[in-house]
């Protein structure tokens, strides 16, 4: 069985950047209008990496003077866009040294604008990995939001779409995952068909974006280890007490409007997580260990 590296990355503030520069682009250099230099740098570096251009020995990609000269900007466009790759865990840099290719991303340099500008179903990062990827649902219906009102901004009684499925790698069942999205993000006309909706896409990123119009900015997400219950464990075909991770997170809009709510248990037999991250660290008070269900 395949494990499965899931690459996740820090908080991608402001990646679609509105900051205006003075630079002048040189003969050569970037001719698109309207968007940030900023902007421009990072689709460049993007592309470039993506046609073996850029990497070298070790991930090592070229310096902020040569990069400034190549796109005809200054350094410190170069050095924000960097910045935006870094944060986005595209690159790493290192200083004194030099700027590098994530390792996660390097095995795969064709993929790095599909990781820059999406964001994944599980099921698609199963495929990427060329295992035959599978859902079941579990469980689709419109219910108030409850005691997930807090995290969703919305009243108590609001309707959320959730959504409770299972993950599968060919047979094996490796990710327990449930959804709760606010009603409200879809179109009014479609309240009535919204688990229709839900059932004809695979993941939630999918219904944001075909139904309601939106993208995944950011997700905030909290990951604990945590023991399988007696409900989770015969749906991860695991036994009670196995070891399982927990990932809560919310996903938000450019403007910070929630999207939805997650909490998802993966087999830690299989799933492990590779995160890249600001060094951000919240330490709290011992607290009994919770079993997953």
């Not at 090592?60 to 935006?84: D, I, M, N, Q």
Request: charged share 20%; aromatic share 6%; with cysteine.
């Amino acid at each position: 069985m395949a494990r499965y590296p899931l690459t996740t990355v820090g908080v991608c503030d402001n990646i679609n950047v509105t900051c205006q520069t003075t630079d002048n682009l040189g003969p050569g250099g970037m001719a698109q209008k309207n968007i940030a230099l900023v902007e421009q740098v990072i689709l460049e570096v993007l592309s470039a990496i993506e046609k073996g251009e850029f990497v070298r020995d070790e991930g090592l990609l070229p310096s902020e003077t040569e990069l400034a000269h190549r796109f005809g900007v200054s350094r410190a466009t170069v050095r924000e866009a960097l910045g935006k790759l870094e944060v986005a865990g595209v690159v790493v840099r290192r200083q004194g040294i030099g700027t590098f290719l994530n390792q996660a991303l390097s095995r795969q340099p064709a993929r790095i604008h599909e990781w820059f500008d999406e964001a994944h179903g599980f099921v698609d990062v199963v495929r990427s990995f060329h295992q035959v990827a599978a859902h079941r649902f579990l469980d689709v219906a419109v219910v108030p939001a409850a005691e997930l009102s807090q995290q969703l901004q919305c009243a108590p009684d609001a309707p959320v779409l959730a959504i409770t499925k299972l993950i599968y790698s060919g047979s094996v069942p490796i990710i327990h995952s449930y959804n709760a999205m606010p009603l409200r993000l879809l179109p009014e006309e479609a309240w009535s068909r919204a688990t229709e909706l839900a059932i004809s896409t695979d993941s939630i990123y999918k219904v944001l974006e075909l139904h309601c119009n939106v993208r995944v900015h950011h997700q905030e997400s909290e990951v604990s280890a945590c023991l399988a219950g007696e409900t989770l464990a015969p749906l991860l075909a695991c036994q009670p007490g196995d070891p399982c991770l927990r990932v809560e997170e919310v996903a938000y809009s450019a403007d910070l409007t929630p999207l939805f709510y997650g909490r998802n248990h993966f087999r830690s037999d299989i799933v492990t997580f590779r995160q890249i991250r600001r060094p951000l660290i919240n330490i709290r008070p011992p607290q009994p260990f919770q079993p997953g269900h």
